[in-house]
C-alpha cells in the first residue's frame, strides 16, 4: 500500500501573520511587556524574530555621543529583529515596549526551518518584510527632511496606526510632551507649541484621552 502524503494546511494569498505564526506552533513562546520596558537592546545577541500580537514597539539606536534616534514605531501584526535571518550577530538597534504589549518570539534555526519547508510561505513572508522595511526607509528620510510640525504630526498618525491598519487607533494610550519629542526628533518645548496650535485646529482633542483625528494628515500633505 503507497504512502499517503502529509495533508498540508492551505496557504493565503496574502500574507496572514497569525496563521503563519499558529503554523508554526508558537502560541505558547508569547512574552508580556509592560510600557516602556525593553524587548532587547542594541548589543544583544541577534537569535530570534519577533512578532507583536497587541500593543506597539519603538526601534530605536543610539550614537557614539549619546544622541537616541527613532528607527520605527511598529503595531499589531509586524515583525521586526528580522537580522538575524541574514547572520547578523548582535542587534542593531534597540526595542521598546510603547505600551503594554505581546510579542511572539520565534528562534532563528526554528524559523529558517519554517521558511525552508514552506517555499509559498516564504515567498509571502519575504514580500511583507520587504513592504515594512520600504515604510521605514520612508519614514527615516521624512525625519530627515521633514521640518518640526510634520514629523510631530506624523509621528502621532503613526503612534494611531494611520496608513498602517485598515481602521486606526484614534485614541492613544497616555504619552508624554518629552517621549514625543524624542520620538519625533525635536524639543519639549516644540512639541507643546505644536499640540496645543493641533488642538486648536481641531486636528486632537484631549479631552477623553489623547485623539488623533482624520484632518492632522493634511499637516503631513503639506507641502
Do not use: W
Request: aromatic share 8%.
Amino acid at each position: 500500500m503507497p504512502l499517503m502524503k502529509a495533508k498540508r494546511s492551505p496557504i493565503p494569498s496574502s500574507f496572514d501573520a497569525q496563521a503563519f505564526l499558529d503554523f508554526a506552533a508558537v502560541a505558547d513562546s508569547v512574552v508580556a511587556y509592560r510600557r516602556s520596558e525593553p524587548v532587547f537592546e542594541q548589543g544583544d545577541v541577534c537569535d530570534s524574530v519577533m512578532y507583536i500580537q497587541k500593543g506597539g514597539v519603538k526601534l530605536s539606536m543610539v550614537s557614539d555621543a549619546g544622541r537616541e534616534v527613532v528607527v520605527a514605531m511598529l503595531g499589531p501584526g509586524e515583525f521586526f529583529g528580522e537580522g538575524c535571518l541574514a547572520g547578523q550577530p548582535l542587534r542593531m538597534c534597540s526595542a521598546t515596549a510603547l505600551t503594554p504589549t505581546a510579542i511572539f518570539a520565534l528562534k532563528r534555526e526554528k524559523m529558517l526551518r519554517l521558511l525552508h519547508r514552506r517555499p509559498e510561505l516564504a515567498d509571502l513572508f519575504i514580500t511583507h518584510m520587504l513592504g515594512a522595511n520600504i515604510r521605514i526607509e520612508e519614514d527615516l528620510l521624512r525625519h530627515l527632511f521633514d521640518h518640526d510640525e510634520q514629523r510631530l504630526a506624523r509621528t502621532l498618525l503613526l503612534l494611531a496606526r494611520y496608513g498602517i491598519e485598515e481602521v486606526p487607533e484614534r485614541v492613544l494610550p497616555k504619552v508624554s510632551s518629552q517621549k514625543l519629542a524624542k520620538l519625533a526628533g525635536t524639543t519639549r518645548s516644540k512639541v507643546d507649541f505644536f499640540m496645543k496650535k493641533f488642538k486648536r485646529l481641531g486636528f486632537i482633542d484631549d479631552r477623553a484621552g489623547l485623539t488623533v483625528n482624520n484632518s492632522l494628515l493634511s499637516v503631513v500633505l503639506h507641502e
